[in-house]
């Protein structure tokens, strides 16, 4: 599947001192530095194409996309992976809702998706994976998961069984009724008869009626959607032997955290033999007014209206950024508009022949950034700045200011 567009990222002056990456590991419950290496593996897990591209989407990559700036920044290389879940029961079902093809339905979402990630100056993946693309590695990976034993069926469909991993739960640390009740929510079947553990994931779930299949070594069927991401992201980010992990940053917005992450990384650590990630990070979710933005409440705002209606994607970027990425926030209008100001009197400054300093600046952005994503406090230091320059303060330079928080925070201005 084709990536997106590239974005140029302009250089930071070397005088400029970047600390190591803390990120918020939900596994350990506390931030924790990501260790010293020259390349970081980064997955982060993409849209099921029929909704793209509403303010949590946008959200939860532009979290992304601000740690891979920070390694970058700092010198590192990093591999980046992001799938596209392109068959799953919730496309099957709105496609056949709106009586459209569903390949059709998710081909027109993954290039509204596309748009919405050049307009948000989002760092493209170096591999864009769509699920039916990458049949062959699941179906394998399926397969080695049956070698060790891990897997069961109930009538032609097949299971992980997660008490193969001893560590299973240690990632997301939700109570065993918690997890049923999630697990039942979120595509999961813990009523089914015959199932050994009421939380195991299925993997292949055989051919029904009108649904498309694909072969495998348990017959005609499609996969089930957690060995997906695990299978795409041990292939793609070609994980180092050497490494303690797997990867090093599996991303993806909270209410992944259980079941899709924690079977994720459950299966990934029987394929591998160690923990799958580093750090499992997770952006918050995005609200409306005060309400839980979702698709049954109908109150999904979409990157490409907004864009359409003449709102500069940077005020976008810069309104979410507004509050810390781990929190659950609300949009509003006049978050929107308040951004929509800030990105005129930032742009305005950074025009004016005399700046006040922007060394010190920087240093508090880089500071913020690499404290865990601390973007408030990044946005803030800009602000107190625009207001310095504005009220007369001298001695900076505009360029490098510029440079930085295109590099470090994405705001191409
Ligand atoms: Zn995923």
Redesign the pocket.
Same mark, same amino acid.
């Given at each position: 599947m084709n990536s997106w567009a590239s974005v140029a990222i302009p250089p930071i002056d070397a005088k400029f001192d970047f600390p190591p990456l803390s990120l918020w590991d939900t596994a350990r419950s506390g931030s924790f530095p990501l260790p010293e290496k020259s390349l970081y593996r980064l997955y982060v &897990?993409g849209i099921t194409p029929y909704d793209a591209t509403h303010l949590g989407h946008a959200a939860t990559y532009l979290t992304f996309d601000l740690a891979n700036r920070y390694l970058r920044a700092r010198g590192a290389e990093v591999r980046f992976v992001q799938?596209i879940t392109d068959i799953d029961d919730p496309l099957l079902e709105r496609a056949a809702r709106d009586n459209v093809d569903w390949k059709e339905l998710a081909q027109s979402q993954i290039d509204l998706f596309r748009g919405d990630m050049v307009n948000l100056h989002v760092i493209p993946p170096d591999h864009y994976v769509g699920v039916v693309e990458a049949m062959d590695l699941v179906t394998q990976s399926i397969s080695v998961l049956d070698e060790r034993g891990t897997t069961y069926q109930v009538d032609d469909d097949v299971y992980f069984s997660v008490r193969s991993d001893e560590k299973f739960g240690s990632r997301s640390h939700y109570p065993l009724q918690k997890m049923m009740e999630i697990f039942a929510e979120r595509g999961g079947d813990p009523q089914r008869v015959g199932k050994r553990d009421p939380l195991d994931p299925l993997l292949w779930l055989s051919h029904r009626d009108g649904e498309p299949a694909w072969s495998s070594s348990h017959g005609e069927g499609r996969p089930g959607w957690h060995i997906e &991401?695990c299978a795409i992201a041990l292939h793609y980010l070609e994980p180092d032997k050497n490494s303690e992990t797997s990867i090093d940053i599996q991303g993806?917005g909270s209410d992944?955290i259980f079941p899709?992450h924690e079977m994720?990384a459950a299966q990934g650590q029987i394929l591998q033999g160690r923990p799958f990630a580093s750090h499992y990070v997770h952006a918050g979710m995005i609200g409306l007014d005060g309400v839980k933005m979702s698709k049954s409440l109908g109150n999904l705002v979409f990157v490409s209206k907004l864009v359409a209606s003449g709102v500069d994607p940077m005020a976008i970027r810069w309104a979410l950024m507004e509050s810390h990425y781990s929190t659950d926030r609300s949009w509003s209008n006049d978050l929107l508009d308040a951004s929509i100001e800030w990105i005129i009197r930032l742009r305005r400054a950074l025009s004016m022949m005399e700046v006040a300093p922007t060394a010190p600046v920087i240093e508090k952005i880089i500071s913020a950034q690499g404290s865990n994503l601390d973007t408030p406090s990044s946005l803030a230091s800009l602000k107190e700045w625009v207001v310095l320059s504005e009220n007369g303060s001298h001695g900076g330079q505009a360029g490098e200011l510029s440079r930085a928080i295109d590099a470090l925070l994405g705001l191409a201005l």
């Open positions: &897990c799938n &991401c993806g992944l899709h994720s």
